[in-house]
Every structure is written in C-alpha cells, then in structure tokens.
C-alpha cells in the first residue's frame, strides 16, 4: 500500500466494516432487554435477531450483480444512508415504548433493523471486492486483514456497551452514527479501483455463469425460505398453500432465469464452498450472536456476559492481522480445517465449563473462528477469479441468509429445547410447584414451528404464570426466581449441540484437501487460466 490514496481506501473500508460490528453487537447486547421488553420467547427473539441479519445477503448479493456500473463510492454512501437511518429509528423507537406504545415500538425496532441488515450488506458488497482488487497478489492475506474489522468493531463496541451498561438502550443504538461518519468522510473524496474482473475484459455473462444454475439453486431455496418466514410473521399467521406456492416460484424462477441467462450450471467448487458457508457462518455469526444470552445466566454476578463475546472478538482481531505467515505455512484449506478443530473442541467445552474456565474454552473458540470467514472468501476469490464481485460477494450472503433464515431461530430452538429439559429434572422446582411436570414432561409447553420444518416445544410464560399465581403469595417470588435460575443457566449446554455444525465444516474442508491434492496440491487461478 504505497500510494495514498489506496492506504485511505483500505483504512476508510475496515472502519466501514467497524461501523457494522457497532450495529450488530448492539443488537446482540439488547436482545435480552427486548425480550423482556416486548415479551419474546427464544425462538422469537432469532427472529429479531434474523430481521438483522438475513437482509444482509438481499444487499450484497444484489449490488454484486450491478455494483460495477453504479460504481464503489454510489454504493458506500448508500451504506452512510442506511446506518445513519438506523441509529435514528433505533433511538426513535426507545421514546416511543417509554411512552408506553410497545407496538409501535417493536415494529421500529424491527424494520430498522432491516435496514441496517441492508446497509451493512451494502458495506460488504463494495470492501470486499475493493480490497482483492487492490491486493489481487495476495487475497486471503489482506482478506483477513480488512476483517480484522469486523471483531475490531465488536471489541470497541462492546466494551464502550459494558461500561455503559446502565444508560438508557437508545445511548447504545446511536453509537453507530460515529463510525459511520468517519467512514463516509475518509472515502467520499478517494478514487476507488476497477475491479479485476472488469479490468480483464471478462464479460457480465460470464462472470453470472461461474454462480450459475448451482449457485442460484442454493439462493433460491434460502430466499424461498426467507420470504414464508417474513409473510407469515413468524409462522404466526399460517401460510395458506396458495401463498407458500408463490414463494416457491418465486424462487425457482430464480434458478430458471439463471439457467437460461448464463446457460451454465456454475462452478461444481463454488457450489460446494456455499453448502459449507451455511453451517461457517451459523458457527461465527449465530453463535456470536447468542452467546451473550447464553451466558448470563452462567455469569450472573461473577462478569458481564457480554466479556466472552468481547475477548473471543479480540483474539480474532489480533490473529486475523498476522493471517500472511499462518496461511502460507498451512495453505487456506488446512487452516480451515485445523480451525473447524478448535472450534469443535471450543463450543463443546463452552455448555460445561463454569468461573475463569469459561474463558479458557472461549479462547479455543476464539481462536477456531478467526479465519473462517475471511479464508473463505480468500478461497473464493482466488479459485473463482472470473466470478468478480458476484462470486467473492455471493459466499458472504448466502453465509448471512443462511444464519438469519435458519442459524439464530434454530439455535434458539435448541435453547428452548435445554430449558425444557432443565426444568423437567430439577426435583426442586417440580417440588415447589405442583402441575408443573406430569409423567415426565411440562404440562406448559406449547408446540411451536419455523416454516413448519424445524418443530420445538417451548414453555408457555402465560400457563406458568397461572400456575405460579395458584401458590400461597409468599411462595409466589421465591418459585418465579428458581424458575428464572434454572432457564437461564440451561440455555448453556445448547452450545454442545452446536459444535454439529464445524464437524460439517471438516468433513468438507477434508474433502477438499484431498480434490485438491488429487490435482497436484492448492494453486490460486488468475484470469484465463482458471479451470
């Protein structure tokens, strides 16, 4: 990075990236004072948390397929526009409930936290092809660099978040107009690269034909899910089999217009990369974002739970910085896969451990997730070179469609799962409150379903209460606070069952090691040799 004007444009794109992690850890620290808020079962409080997330891939993916007409910069002040309008609904939507209109005020919460979703969407649309442009020599390297950003955020954000623990949520929700500002005035004067594709002569068809049939098949699927999600509310106003039918022809239509435009399948490896990216990014990002609410029960009076997630956010930042050596002495598919390890090992010692111990198996944690989501998209870019910022940009969006459609409501699913089964063997509990527990099973569960696919039982609040308010008054709070104690502090051992998702990451990434070798070992493909 000799000349200036690049040095500003990579500063300008990782603070970019910063700007996201404030608006996401935010949300992340407040999903529990929502929750109570507005009164959200587990499962709901994913779906608020996936209204954050799964519009994301709309943006990046979306952009990606014109980015390079409108130009980097059209792009980065359509993210200024989306984070500023955000932090304004954000605080907007504090005064609102404080006014006693909880409605009105879930409703700003949530569809401003679709924009969000979009303009950090858009973020990543314009960084990430930018900075492989600028350093097409070295790809994963600086790849990992720029999302150095990403934890880097979620450590400034989080600690100023911890410290400021008892102001009022809006403080918190605004805190992402700063970053946000200084991005905006460190890249709307710069000069932004052509990128490589485009400088190559490698033309818009062809750079659609390296997604292709394949690509637009596991986009298509995710969206269609995407779409019955967000019509029916949640599943709380059933879909009719007319409308699920639209969807599903909305996606396939997709997949059709795809096939007929490029006339290809797309590349077999890029298709594979995808169906790994969907439990990669459920690893980072969905468990990033549920681990503070996993934890405070655990943490209670001992730290704030949101420490974890701050101090696994800081080892990423301070590894992904020294990526080079570490990618060059491993290569990109055996770091993924002695991370996939790590991670598998980290999660699982996570749902037991308790004190200081917990971040002992964080640390291996934090470690396995460093270089899974950079690495990718290294891999990506590298491998699929002709695919420009579709391919490189595709991979991160079906990774944050996959994590807001399916990753944060089935984990907390999982959650749901764990407090039901917490309950049932805590003898104290059943003791303390007759009617609870009949032939080994709640008797305040309630049947509950995501696109009518993944099936839970979670306990009815309102059944519980009318249980509770039969004791004598003065056992009343003393049942309510044991209650509490066991369904927080279960919420823990859903991370055992999530260590599922980096022992697919490995099956696959060993998969590709051994394809790769079978061709004579990992060789990065430049324009007009790639195969």
């Known amino acids: 990075m000799n000349d200036r004007n690049n040095k500003i444009v990579f500063w300008g794109c990782f603070i970019a990236l910063i700007t996201t992690a404030f608006g996401f850890i935010a949300?992340?620290?407040?999903?529990?004072?929502?929750?109570?808020?507005?009164?959200?079962?587990?499962?709901?409080?994913?779906?608020?948390?996936?209204?954050?997330?799964?519009?994301?891939?709309?943006?990046?993916?979306?952009?990606?397929?014109?980015?390079?007409?409108?130009?980097?910069?059209?792009?980065?002040?359509?993210?200024?526009?989306?984070?500023?309008?955000?932090?304004?609904?954000?605080?907007?939507?504090?005064?609102?409930?404080?006014?006693?209109?909880?409605?009105?005020?879930?409703?700003?919460?949530?569809?401003?936290?679709?924009?969000?979703?979009?303009?950090?969407?858009?973020?990543?649309?314009?960084?990430?092809?930018?900075?492989?442009?600028?350093?097409?020599?070295?790809?994963?390297?600086?790849?990992?660099?720029?999302?150095?950003?990403?934890?880097?955020?979620?450590?400034?954000?989080?600690?100023?978040?911890?410290?400021?623990?008892?102001?009022?949520?809006?403080?918190?929700?605004?805190?992402?107009?700063?970053?946000?500002?200084?991005?905006?005035?460190?890249?709307?004067?710069?000069?932004?690269?052509?990128?490589?594709?485009?400088?190559?002569?490698?033309?818009?068809?062809?750079?659609?034909?390296?997604?292709?049939?394949?690509?637009?098949?596991?986009?298509?699927?995710?969206?269609?899910?995407?779409l019955m999600d967000f019509f029916s509310n949640g599943n709380a106003t059933p879909l009719s089999t007319g409308d699920k039918t639209i969807f599903i022809a909305i996606g396939s239509v997709i997949v059709v217009a795809f096939g007929v435009y490029t006339r290809s399948f797309g590349r077999f490896l890029l298709f594979f990369l995808m169906l790994i990216m969907v439990p990669l990014a459920t690893t980072e990002i969905g468990t990033d974002g549920w681990i503070t609410g996993i934890m405070e029960g655990v943490a209670a009076g001992k730290f704030h739970a949101g420490w974890v997630l701050v101090y696994t956010s800081a080892i990423m930042m301070i590894l992904r910085f020294y990526a080079g050596p570490i990618v060059h002495k491993l290569s990109p598919l055996g770091l993924l896969a002695i991370s996939c390890v790590l991670a598998i090992v980290g999660l699982y010692t996570l749902s037991f451990t308790t004190g200081l111990m917990i971040f002992a198996a964080a640390t291996l944690y934090g470690v396995g997730k460093t270089f899974f989501w950079p690495t990718m998209l290294g891999v990506v870019s590298e491998q699929t070179p002709k695919g420009g910022a579709l391919t490189l940009n595709a991979i991160s969006g079906i990774g944050m469609l996959a994590v807001g459609t399916l990753g944060f409501p089935y984990i907390g699913a999982l959650q749901a799962d764990r407090e039901n089964v917490a309950l049932v063997s805590n003898e104290t509990v059943a003791k303390e409150l007759p009617g609870l527990v009949e032939n080994g099973e709640l008797t305040v569960l309630e049947d509950k379903s995501i696109y009518e696919v993944i099936h839970y039982k979670t306990v009815s609040d309102k059944s519980l209460n009318q249980l509770v308010e039969k004791l004598p008054k003065d056992d009343q709070s003393g049942v309510e606070k044991n209650i509490k104690q066991v369904r927080a502090k279960s919420k823990q051992g859903a991370l055992a069952t999530m260590a599922i998702f980096p022992a697919i990451m490995l099956i696959g990434y060993i998969l590709l090691i051994l394809y790769f070798r079978g061709r004579g070992g990992y060789k990065v493909q430049e324009i007009g040799t790639d195969s």
Request: proline fraction near 4%; charge should be negative.
């Open 27 to 226: 949300r992340m620290f407040l999903v529990g004072v929502w929750a109570e808020e507005f009164s959200l079962d587990p499962a709901q409080q994913g779906r608020l948390l996936g209204i954050g997330i799964w519009p994301f891939a709309v943006s990046i993916i979306g952009f990606s397929l014109f980015i390079d007409k409108i130009g980097y910069k059209t792009a980065m002040v359509l993210a200024f526009l989306g984070h500023i309008c955000w932090a304004v609904m954000g605080v907007w939507a504090f005064f609102v409930a404080d006014g006693g209109d909880n409605g009105r005020a879930f409703d700003m919460l949530y569809w401003g936290s679709l924009i969000l979703a979009l303009a950090n969407g858009t973020v990543e649309a314009f960084i990430n092809p930018v900075v492989a442009t600028m350093f097409n020599k070295d790809k994963t390297k600086w790849l990992n660099i720029l999302h150095a950003g990403w934890p880097g955020g979620l450590v400034l954000a989080g600690m100023v978040t911890i410290f400021i623990d008892t102001v009022p949520w809006w403080v918190k929700v605004g805190l992402i107009a700063i970053p946000a500002v200084v991005y905006f005035l460190m890249l709307i004067r710069c000069e932004f690269p052509i990128q490589e594709r485009v400088a190559s002569g490698v033309s818009y068809r062809e750079m659609l034909s390296e997604f292709g049939i394949l690509g637009a098949l596991v986009a298509g699927f995710l969206i269609t899910l995407q």
